[in-house]
């Protein structure tokens, strides 16, 4: 019963308060209800907010897109670029943006839409130009990650690298023997001048006279004039005289007077040519030592650069070539013993450099010549006092025996140093026997000969490319090219640069060709180490310039090399039949990036041929002689390459690797020593873009950005969206009863 009128009085309760008629439900509800509705028209308006800004953002991306879609179809056809063309951009940007909002505008009338939006302004600007080097830079490198031929590039370093330890050590070698050669020279010169020196110092001794006046041979007492002999001869009956007159005091006064007269100024004459001779040959004798020690000073020089190679750390772009796994190596084999042949001549420059007695001895003997010349002046003196002595007591035989003595002293003296210096001069035909060293110093100099007479040949070969006629018109196109790199490097904010080649016209001999030569080949090989071990972006700006670039047809220079005309050549070298090169060397002229390349391609070909002429030379034995035969087996092979590449545009690597190598193949290595991605050769890639194209890629747009104000219609409570806008809590802002706001997108090919 209890239950029963508690659940009574609780629906009484409940219809007192629902059916009240003083009007507090219903104000109350109001009062709820109009919030609800309050918030639930901020949320749909809020909703409608966001639906537009993400309605405005697609079609700006939509929009920008589209503008992007009108690509220059010139430049990706041939280059491979994307850049802004055809329609023009703001044009094409408002018409999208305008169709956007139009659809959305007019489609109310198959139903009610929450978003009307309407397009009130929009600009399209460009983001980024193909001119910048970063964005070109991007699009090749882009472009060519996907059709490079990388396997090709990869098929070079494998015929490369089979060489690679050979090319190591005919590097080392050639190296170490042009600087020993260099040396040896200087020494060897040091030591013929000392030869000459004593040579000159024996003339200054024969030449003085004393011979005549103290005649050694019995065949020259003949001779015109007074001699030691003669008056010798006449002590006899001048001592007769003097006894004559000191006893019957008269007779001979004017004999004896003139005798001792005689006596005295032979004595004295004696004595200056003898003190004349010995200051010159002291003077003499001391430049000979000077010589001589100059000359050991460079024996030393050349045995630390002995020690100095064999300490020479690894070079390490050969042997990271040599330790790449890089495949189909196995199909390009050299022989083994190839760098262990050169190794071996490498070893052989131990032989040029001289023992330190050598030279002790050898001063020995400028020493002994030296005593000699002074033995010779010290008994011309002991002459003079002993032809004095004799006339103040004449009478004597002690005086008059002293006297002779004297003479055969001088003339001992005087016999000894001509036998050893002047005649026969065993000493001196001894010492230049030696000097010559056999046969090989003439041997040397007939290599010398020829190896000079085949770098003319070639160095003319080189030479007439630079003395081809150049005409007005193609001058005036590199004129053109030069002004849009230099506008391109300025656009970028960089200073021109022209590459100096690495060619050999301007070495002044076969030697210091073969030195840049082979400084070439380890600049080849330090850009495929490169290339193998650390990037591939030069790999990636190498092929785009050898497949999108024109390079010069090596069968121009036929008749150059055949017949010496250059007219072939003169109409050949065009700018639009040299791209390539003009992109790696940036020589403004017709004939500098032509040059460059063939002088490069020379030097890398000499290179390697010498590598060859020393295994094949090793049997001379002398070091010079094998280094002077190398380097013409190395002129002789690398003249009939270049011919080879005249006539078919390729020529076999080596007689060790049994591959074709075309011109274009060397500037692929070319790009790669050189480093294609150089600010300077990007300006020049651009250069020939725009000079073949007629389109300035500064002002190519690679990217847009399109910026786009849009409103929608505020349906409920406009203040309330203002008043929320001005907490920030909206991206845009409430203009009467509008809600407006921009969007910007940007986007690149």
Known sequence: MTGKKG???????RSRLMFREDGAVTVFSVIVLSSLLLFFSLLIDYARIAAVHKLTEDAVRSSV??????????????????????????????????????????????????????????????????????????????????????????????????????????????????????????????????LQLQEQAALAVSGSGIHAMIPVRPEAVTIAGDSALTIVGEYGAYAEQVMHDQSLQAGYAEEIEAYEEKVRAFAIELRKVSGEMLKRHVKLH????????????????????????????????????????????GQYQVPSSAASDIEQVKKSADELVKPDDWFSVYRQELEAQGRAAAAIDMEAGGFQTNSLASLVKPIT??????????????????????????????????????????????????????????????RGLLHSLTSVPQTEEHMQVFEQVKKRFNDNLLFNQQLGETDAASGLEQASDAHEAAEQSIATMGDIFEGMAGMLEQTRDSLYFGEYVVHRYVSFAPQHLRSLMTEGNVSELSHAVSFNNQEAEYVIY????????????????????????????????????????????????????????????????SAPLSKYVKAELSYTDYLRLFILMHGAGHETRLARMIAVIEQNSGTMLSAVPSGVTGEASVSVELWFIPGLMRTLGRFGLLDGKVVGNRYETKQTIGWSY
């Not at 659940?7 to 309760?13: C, D, P």
């Open 7 to 13: 659940v009574g009085a609780i629906h009484k309760f």
């Open 586 to 649: 940036g020589f403004h002229n017709p004939v500098g990036n032509i040059a460059a390349a063939y002088g490069e391609l020379f030097a890398a070909r000499l290179a390697v041929r010498t590598m060859e002429g020393l295994i094949a030379s090793k049997s001379l034995g002398h070091p010079l002689l094998i280094l002077s035969a190398a380097l013409i087996y190395g002129l002789e092979k690398t003249i009939e390459d270049m011919l080879a590449f005249t006539e078919r545009g």
């Open 65 to 194: 897109r589209s503008v992007l879609s009108a690509y220059d179809s010139t430049l990706y056809e041939r280059y491979g670029l994307f850049g802004r063309g055809g329609t023009e951009g703001q044009k094409l940007f408002s018409e999208v943006m305008a169709a956007n909002a139009e659809g959305a505008a007019g489609s109310d009338k198959q139903g009610l839409r929450l978003v009307r939006s309407k397009l009130e302004t929009s600009a399209l600007h460009a983001a980024s130009f193909l001119g910048n080097h970063k964005v070109f830079a991007r699009q090749v490198l882009e472009e060519m990650k996907y059709k490079a031929p990388v396997d090709f590039t990869l098929e070079l370093a494998a015929r490369f690298a089979p060489m690679a330890g050979a090319m190591k050590e005919a590097s080392v070698t050639v190296g170490l023997l042009e600087g020993m050669r260099k040396l040896y020279e200087k020494r060897e010169s040091h030591l013929d001048r000392v």
């Open 397 to 458: 035989s002690i005086a008059a025996e002293t006297w002779l003595e004297g003479i055969t002293s001088l003339r001992l003296a005087y016999g000894g140093y001509e036998e050893k210096y002047i005649r026969p001069a065993s000493v001196m035909i001894s010492r230049k026997q030696t000097q010559e060293q056999g046969n090989v110093t003439a041997q040397l100099e007939r290599q010398e000969k020829q190896a000079g007479a085949l770098w003319k040949q070639a």
């Open 286 to 329: 001391s430049d000979a030592i000077t010589e001589l020690e100059e000359a050991r000073l460079l024996n030393e020089d050349m045995q630390r650069l002995v020690q100095q190679a064999n300490q020479l750390p690894d070079q390490a772009a050969y042997d990271a070539v040599s330790r790449r796994s890089v495949t189909g190596t």
